[in-house]
């Protein structure tokens, strides 16, 4: 069972990333580069300074334009070592590179190497992972789409020559979808999860089972409405020993305003609940969350804000059960291809961490 915990996290960041991937890539390609056919360059930097009086600073630079990117990040701590990560790529034509190097204070390397292609409904994805040893980790990825149907494959290979895979296909349209996914693991034991739902007139439905590889399942229910300025979703979950914890959210948008009110109640009938409600408009925002445990005690988060004319301000206050505070105040500005970010997080002890960052944009046609 720990291989199968450990894939668990393994597959959810990589199959998180792969979703994103492609959107992330044509949106950047569309807002950023290929838009008007634009090149620039952007620079940032990040100062923190700790409750000690010792300093973190982070400078970060690139560039983008003509199918070609570079992004280049150095951080310094307070000792003065230096970790480094420079990243470059190509993209366009159906085809993409993306190339990155880590290096630590030790001088010792790690690489990342990826290339792929899309288009024509179908889009291929490899990875090579390479340590500072010399070791190498490989993720292959495949896959189609289109026509209210797709599929992904993918091979995770590690160093010592084991592989785990995911399989995974779907269908979507006409208010209804489904997505079956079968994880296997280097012993050949697989672990199924699927899912299916209904979208539409107000109404959602969405039912997933997961079942591991001892053939147990877990069950997610959920459905849920929404419009007019109001919205539903409850959620029972149920493990495999048949016990069932329940999230019940409701809440209220529009005009202005917004409330959120969820209760999630335990296999054991206790019940927490989180009531937040704010404000929004004019260059201004309220939020106030409220959290209360199965004890009856309770936790606070207050925040407040202007934004506008090139400025902004957030000041969040913490406040825990046993009445002692922390906050978070924070500003900046922002225009003419500039930024700066200001803040600062006070503990209960009074002690303090200040963030200061500043950046710059230029973009040339």
Request: aromatic fraction near 8%; proline fraction near 3%; glycine fraction near 18%.
């Given at each position: 069972?720990?291989?199968?915990?450990?894939?668990?996290?393994?597959?959810?960041?990589?199959?998180?990333?792969?979703?994103?991937?492609?959107?992330?890539?044509?949106?950047?390609?569309?807002?950023?580069?290929?838009?008007?056919?634009?090149?620039?360059?952007?620079?940032?930097?990040?100062?923190?300074?700790?409750?000690?009086?010792?300093?973190?600073?982070?400078?970060?630079?690139?560039?983008?334009?003509?199918?070609?990117?570079s992004?280049?990040?150095?951080?310094?701590?307070?000792n003065?070592?230096?970790?480094?990560?420079?990243?470059?790529?190509?993209?366009?034509?159906?085809?993409?590179?993306?190339?990155?190097?880590?290096?630590?204070?030790?001088?010792?390397?790690?690489?990342?190497?990826?290339n792929?292609?899309?288009?024509?409904g179908?889009?291929?994805?490899?990875?090579?992972?390479?340590?500072?040893?010399?070791?190498?980790?490989?993720?292959?990825a495949?896959?189609?789409?289109g026509?209210?149907?797709?599929?992904?494959?993918?091979?995770?290979?590690?160093p010592?020559?084991?592989?785990?895979?995911?399989?995974?296909?779907?269908?979507?349209?006409?208010?209804?979808?489904?997505?079956?996914?079968?994880?296997?693991?280097?012993?050949?034991?697989?672990?199924?999860?699927?899912?299916?739902?209904?979208?539409?007139?107000?109404?959602?439905?969405?039912?997933?089972?997961?079942?591991?590889?001892?053939?147990?399942?877990?069950?997610?229910?959920?459905?849920?409405?929404?419009?007019?300025?109001?919205?539903?979703?409850?959620?029972?979950?149920?493990?495999?020993?048949?016990?069932?914890?329940?999230?019940?959210?409701?809440?209220?948008?529009?005009?202005?305003?917004?409330?959120?009110?969820?209760?999630?109640?335990?296999?054991?009938?206790?019940?927490?609940?989180?009531?937040?409600?704010?404000?929004?408009?004019?260059?201004?925002?309220?939020?106030?969350?409220?959290?209360?445990?199965?004890?009856?005690?309770?936790?606070?988060?207050?925040?407040?804000?202007?934004?506008?004319?090139?400025?902004?301000?957030?000041?969040?206050?913490?406040?825990?059960?046993?009445?002692?505070?922390?906050?978070?105040?924070?500003?900046?500005?922002?225009?003419?291809?500039?930024?700066?970010?200001?803040?600062?997080?006070?503990?209960?002890?009074?002690?303090?961490i200040?963030?200061?960052?500043?950046?710059?944009?230029?973009?040339?046609?």
């Amino acid at each position: 069972m720990r291989w199968t915990r450990n894939l668990g996290v393994a597959v959810l960041a990589i199959v998180v990333t792969a979703g994103l991937a492609p959107a992330q890539f044509r949106r950047m390609s569309r807002a950023r580069w290929a838009r008007g056919g634009r090149s620039g360059r952007w620079f940032r930097q990040t100062s923190r300074t700790g409750r000690n009086g010792h300093t973190r600073t982070v400078q970060s630079s690139g560039s983008y334009g003509n199918g070609q990117y570079s992004r280049n990040k150095t951080v310094t701590g307070a000792n003065g070592k230096t970790a480094t990560v420079n990243a470059n790529g190509t993209y366009g034509n159906g085809q993409f590179t993306r190339n990155k190097t880590i290096t630590g204070p030790n001088g010792k390397s790690a690489t990342v190497n990826a290339n792929g292609t899309y288009g024509n409904g179908q889009f291929s994805k490899d990875k090579t992972i390479t340590g500072p040893n010399g070791k190498s980790a490989t993720v292959n990825a495949n896959g189609t789409y289109g026509n209210g149907q797709f599929s992904k494959d993918k091979t995770i290979t590690g160093p010592n020559g084991k592989s785990v895979t995911v399989n995974a296909n779907g269908t979507y349209g006409n208010g209804q979808f489904s997505k079956d996914k079968t994880i296997t693991g280097p012993n050949g034991k697989s672990a199924t999860v699927n899912a299916n739902g209904t979208y539409g007139n107000g109404q959602f439905t969405r039912d997933k089972t997961v079942t591991g590889p001892n053939g147990k399942s877990a069950t997610v229910n959920a459905n849920g409405t929404y419009g007019n300025g109001q919205f539903t979703r409850d959620k029972t979950i149920t493990g495999p020993n048949g016990k069932s914890a329940t999230v019940n959210a409701n809440g209220t948008y529009g005009n202005g305003q917004f409330t959120r009110d969820k209760t999630v109640t335990g296999p054991n009938g206790k019940s927490a609940t989180v009531n937040a409600n704010g404000t929004y408009g004019n260059g201004q925002f309220t939020r106030d969350k409220t959290i209360t445990g199965p004890n009856g005690k309770s936790a606070t988060v207050n925040a407040n804000g202007t934004y506008g004319n090139g400025q902004f301000t957030r000041d969040k206050t913490i406040t825990g059960p046993n009445g002692k505070s922390a906050t978070v105040n924070g500003s900046g500005t922002y225009g003419n291809g500039q930024f700066t970010k200001t803040k600062t997080i006070t503990g209960p002890n009074g002690k303090q961490i200040t963030t200061t960052t500043s950046g710059s944009t230029s973009k040339q046609n």
